[in-house]
């Protein structure tokens, strides 16, 4: 009775399993790029610092415009006061009580300044086109990160189906090596070597296993956790082989948003450059005001002042500012931003010599990685043929145990060099797609 309920409990069980397995919802590369490009954090903040620079421009008109403040105030006095003169008679003290009110609008408009203000204008005008290059720069990044961790899933999930199927083996040899040793035709040494293989295999199988799970972990931390738990990715790698480098290299620096935003840097420190150069020239500018004052003396101790007072009224004209001398300090800022200059220059070309080395690198990968997907997949081949055969010997008692166990580490590593090659030659591809930015298009 027992044996028969735990035979009904190990059938449940395995059928739950099942139905677990087969619950996990297939998600395709597209799905996660998707989600990807908007959940990701490093889009999102690369966004939110492209709507800063965004916002900066949509008021950068205001540069041209003139600047108008006003002020107003209103104060009461309540003092004690003593006045003498020469003429005692006229010498008097008690308390002032009056009330102030004061109020103007002043405007300040900067008609010639060195064309700084159009200077200004252009590099906010740069630096919101390069916050949107960045974005384009992080999604591509992003995109690479996505698809090498979702092949890499699939290949260890390859990888556990090999080890899988040399479990297979390895306990067809358990089998094997049981029966010649209750016939008399083996020896225990040989069934233990095939039990310890095999437990070897089962532990690859956990580790593997706990390796997928974690790189699971890692793509769904990709997309801010919008995986649905669990969940299952394809079982194939697809690879694109037929990459040119010369349309690949040709017009990188215009696909490329690296470098497309490091070009940017360079204008944008030429524009600063012109704005130090504009502090050198005068600056004129339009001013104007308008005055409102009155004065209410409620009480009065001099009789020489007015009881009440009041004035209102506008004023305008032109001031010119001229720069003679700030300790040479514009001529400092002029030499740093020339610098600047120069450095960023030195950057772009810096970069552009590192994406064309990166580029040929990337597609030395990709050629070699293609020329050994060839080799392992015919090795593949003739490695199973080859377990086959030896197993089929090792039945009839024509093949050694070493010889069968050779054939089958032979069969593993060749697994394991055709499954790597695939996933390196898909490394390699996106890796070339993202320095040439065809993972956008």
């Known amino acids: 009775m027992k044996i028969r309920l735990s035979v009904l409990l190990l059938v449940?069980?395995?059928?739950?399993?099942?139905?677990?397995?087969?619950?996990?919802?297939?998600?395709?590369?597209?799905?996660?790029?998707?989600?990807?490009?908007?959940k990701n954090y490093d889009v999102r903040l690369a966004k939110n610092t492209s709507e800063a620079y965004a916002t900066d421009q949509s008021y950068a008109w205001a540069a041209f415009a003139p600047q108008v403040n006003g002020t107003a105030a209103i104060t009461r006095n309540n003092n004690n006061q003593e006045l003498r003169f020469e003429d005692a008679t006229r010498n008097n003290s008690g308390k002032a009580v009056s009330n102030n009110t004061n109020a103007s609008v002043q405007l300040n408009w900067t008609l010639f300044d060195g064309t700084k203000m159009f200077a200004t204008v252009d590099r906010i005008r740069y630096i919101n086109a390069q916050g949107e290059l960045l974005i384009k720069d992080q999604m591509v990044t992003t995109i690479a990160n996505v698809i090498n961790n979702y092949y890499d899933i699939v290949r260890q999930k390859q990888q556990l189906k090999?080890?899988?199927?040399?479990?297979?083996?390895?306990?067809?040899?358990?089998?094997?090596?049981?029966?010649?040793?209750?016939?008399?035709?083996?020896?225990?040494?040989e069934l233990l070597q095939a039990k310890v293989d095999f437990n070897a295999q089962r532990t690859l199988t956990i580790q593997q296993e706990s390796l997928i799970i974690q790189l699971k972990e890692q793509l769904n931390a990709l997309v801010d956790s919008q995986l649905p738990i669990p969940y299952d990715v394809a079982d194939t790698i697809i690879i694109n082989l037929d990459l040119k480098q010369e349309e690949?290299?040709?017009?990188?620096?215009?696909?490329?948003?690296?470098?497309?935003?490091?070009?940017?840097?360079?204008?944008?420190?030429?524009?600063s450059l012109h704005e130090r150069k504009a502090e050198l020239f005068p600056v004129l500018s339009f001013n104007a005001a308008y005055n409102y004052s009155k004065t209410d003396n409620i009480k009065l101790i001099n009789p020489f002042s007015a009881l009440y007072s009041q004035s209102d009224g506008y004023n305008y004209g032109l001031t010119l500012t001229v720069p003679i001398l700030n300790g040479f300090n514009t001529r400092?800022?002029?030499?740093?931003?020339?610098?600047?200059?120069?450095?960023?220059?030195?950057?772009y070309d810096q970069l552009k010599t590192n994406v064309n080395a990166n580029l040929r690198n990337a597609y030395v990968d990709y050629e070699n990685a293609k020329r050994i997907l060839l080799i392992e997949e015919e090795t593949i081949l003739l490695a199973k043929e080859n377990v086959y055969i030896a197993l089929e010997g090792f039945k009839r008692g024509i093949t050694t145990f070493i010889e069968l166990r050779t054939a089958q580490q032979s069969l593993a590593d060749a697994y394991?060099?055709?499954?790597?090659?695939?996933?390196?030659?898909?490394?390699?591809?996106?890796?070339?797609l993202r320095l040439n930015g065809g993972l956008l298009k």
């Open 162 to 189: 090999a080890t899988q199927e040399q479990m297979a083996v390895s306990e067809e040899r358990v089998k094997l090596a049981e029966r010649k040793l209750q016939v008399g035709t083996g020896g225990k040494p």
């Open 416 to 432: 394991n060099r055709l499954i790597n090659a695939r996933y390196l030659a898909k490394v390699a591809e996106t890796e070339l």
């Open 332 to 347: 400092r800022l002029i030499k740093q931003a020339d610098l600047n200059y120069t450095r960023q220059q030195l950057f």
């Open 12 to 38: 449940i069980s395995f059928f739950q399993f099942q139905n677990t397995a087969n619950a996990q919802e297939q998600i395709s590369l597209e799905q996660v790029i998707a989600l990807a490009l908007e």
């Open 248 to 271: 690949l290299a040709s017009n990188l620096e215009a696909t490329n948003y690296s470098l497309r935003a490091s070009s940017m840097n360079t204008d944008i420190a030429k524009l």
